[in-house]
């Protein structure tokens, strides 16, 4: 019988043993499964233990600092590096939505690999890899291998000459969020909904600049503290806010304005391959529309997108 305390009573064990005295760099997102990679590797070997956690400057609102402080509240060896503006240069320009992924991917493995080569004999890369990780990067086509290509540090391991340890590799979504109680993780980050390597990167639709980040998060923050605070957060698996490369006309007082669009986005889903948008009640719609182009500066119109997985996508781009 699988059970979790089981799970990690093991794990730890076996990592013990195959880790010794080496030391493990492993790159952090917030997300559930490094998160809990991490713990379990940091239970095993304690400050050998070496986590970066990298602040790409298309995170949500203030997302970097409170991740960084739960993760420094478990214990776990961390630095946080601030490397926003190494992202939006790369990103100048940029409008194609693969490009951007790759800008996105590039800078992240060599702000990555500049804070690991500080690190001393390091010899292992952790990675919290899931069972479904290891069966899609194994197909070949389809849109999979690009997500995977970002999130898992693809080509990293080669270049810095690493061996990697996947702690989470046999497991399910399910079984590790287990693991993760077990290991008594906040449900702060335990029930947090599922985010894009690239972030706000492909929900700004064409060319990025700090500006729109600003506004998109904003836009972002005042719709998922609203899910929340309506308890609405948990019915839903993912959700966020587009900003749209259009203006439309609108009126403000006697002023007419000409202002961007943003849609947002909230579905259903068990996997992320298939999704449905989700009937989020028209008074909380409503209220999330009057704050976000109330208090959104450059704001003026707001659009609910009501697509299904397939045929659209979650992600805009
Ligand atoms: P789509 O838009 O393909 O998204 O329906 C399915 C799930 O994958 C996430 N997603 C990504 N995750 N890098 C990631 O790490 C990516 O480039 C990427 N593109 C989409 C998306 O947020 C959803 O959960």
Redesign the pocket.
């Known amino acids: 019988d699988w059970t979790a305390d089981i799970f990690v009573e093991n794990t730890v064990r076996e990592l013990q043993e195959k880790l010794g005295d080496d030391k493990v760099v492993m790159g952090l997102s917030g997300g559930v499964d490094s998160s809990v990679a991490a713990t379990l590797i940091h239970q095993a070997i304690g400050k050998n233990l070496y986590c970066i956690f990298v602040d790409n400057g298309l995170l949500r609102k203030n997302e970097f600092e409170q991740v960084l402080e739960s993760y420094e509240g478990m214990g776990l060896n961390v630095k946080g590096v601030d490397a926003k503006e190494d992202f939006y240069k790369a990103l100048e320009g940029l409008t194609d939505p693969e490009d951007k992924?790759k800008a996105i991917g590039r800078v992240f493995i060599e702000v990555f690999d500049r804070e690991a080569h500080t690190i001393k004999d390091v010899k292992w890369l952790g990675q919290g890899t899931i069972y479904p990780d290891v069966i899609e990067s194994v197909s070949v086509n389809g849109?999979s291998v690009?997500?995977k290509s970002?999130?898992n540090v693809g080509g990293l391991p080669e270049k810095m000459n690493l061996k990697v340890v996947e702690p989470l590799n046999l497991l399910f979504k399910d079984e590790v969020r287990n693991v993760g109680r077990a290991l008594e993780i906040t449900d702060n980050i335990l029930g947090r909904h599922?985010?894009?390597?690239?972030g706000l990167g492909?929900r700004i639709l064409g060319d990025i600049t700090p500006d729109k980040v600003r506004i998109l998060q904003e836009v972002d923050d005042i719709f998922i503290s609203g899910l929340k605070e309506n308890n609405l957060y948990d019915e839903v698996w993912?959700a966020g806010a587009v900003l749209l490369p259009v203006q439309s006309v609108g009126v403000m007082g006697d002023e007419r304005t000409y202002e961007q669009v943003v849609a947002l986005r909230a579905v259903t889903s068990l996997d992320?391959m298939t999704?449905d948008w989700v009937h989020l009640p028209y008074e909380f719609l409503a209220d999330t529309s009057n704050k976000i182009i109330n208090r959104v500066k450059g704001v003026n119109r707001v659009v609910y997108d009501i697509s299904s997985?397939p045929p659209a996508?979650?992600?805009w781009e």
């Open positions: 992924r849109p690009t997500i970002h999130h599922p985010f894009p390597g690239p492909i993912q992320g999704a997985k996508t979650i992600e």
